[in-house]
């Protein structure tokens, strides 16, 4: 079945980095394209960051871009979001998701557990 | 611009049915979209996708109180024979090319 096993969560500080991983695993990783999605304390889901399934292409949301960094290896099946001078408002759960394409639709139709990303002083 | 509106919250009855709505932006009648629950203290789990023609494909193990219909640009999620685990947050979700979005979503309640 599909799993997708986050990592690399924790307490950073303003200004800090840090790299959540997540390791896919029951389905051909290289074939799909894949998301990272954040939920803040208390509110809905925002997408943040994805990326085609060669790599080849990648996209964020303006919240995070120039400052976030989307990445894959498809030979060891996991993909990773670098985050770099995190800010307050970054402070989430981040989930990895998997996406089905098809005719030029993308959805999310697998989801990992979520991982907390705190960035306090 | 990419916008999907949902109610904040809804509530129905254990046993009824409810039927929760996203509306797509001006111009965007077309896209398909996709919905996503979350149970309390959850991750999020998807449910189904919805094209503007009403046809849906749901995920592994969705149960058939689950479906989806759709009007212009609007996009309906009803769930019948409500039962206690279906109290969650309702997520819609569109695409395009360089961007995902996710309606606000709503809350349902089973009285």
């Known amino acids: 079945q599909v799993q997708l096993v986050k990592s690399g969560g924790g307490l950073v500080k303003p200004g800090g980095s840090l790299r959540l991983s997540c390791a896919a695993s029951?389905?051909?990783?290289?074939?799909?394209?894949m998301s990272w999605i954040r939920q803040a304390p208390g509110k809905g889901l925002e997408w943040v960051s994805y990326i085609t399934s060669r790599g080849s292409s990648v996209y964020y949301a303006d919240s995070v871009k120039g400052r976030f960094i989307i990445s894959r290896d498809n030979p060891n099946n996991s993909l990773y979001l670098q985050m770099n001078s995190l800010r307050a408002e970054d402070t989430a759960v981040y989930y990895c998701?998997?996406?089905?394409?098809?005719?030029?639709?993308?959805?999310?139709?697998?989801w990992g557990q979520g991982t907390l990303v705190t960035v306090s002083s | 611009q990419l916008v999907l509106t949902q109610s904040p919250s809804a509530s129905a009855s254990l046993g009824a049915s409810v039927k929760l709505s996203c509306t797509l932006s001006?111009?965007?009648?077309?896209?398909?979209i996709a919905w996503h629950q979350q149970q309390p203290e959850k991750g999020p789990r998807y449910l189904m996708k919805?094209?503007?023609?009403?046809?849906?494909t749901k995920g592994d193990g969705i149960p058939d109180r689950f479906s989806g219909s759709s009007s212009g640009a609007e996009r309906y999620l009803t769930i019948s024979s409500l039962q206690s685990e279906d109290e969650a947050d309702y997520y819609c979700q569109t695409w395009d090319t360089g961007i995902r979005v996710f309606g606000g979503g709503t809350k349902l309640t089973v009285l």
């Open positions: 919805l094209n503007s023609d009403g046809s849906h």
């Open positions: 029951g389905f051909t990783f290289s074939d799909f394209y």
């Open positions: 001006s111009g965007q009648s077309s896209y398909a």
């Open positions: 998701a998997r996406e089905r394409c098809s005719g030029g639709n993308c959805f999310l139709d697998y």
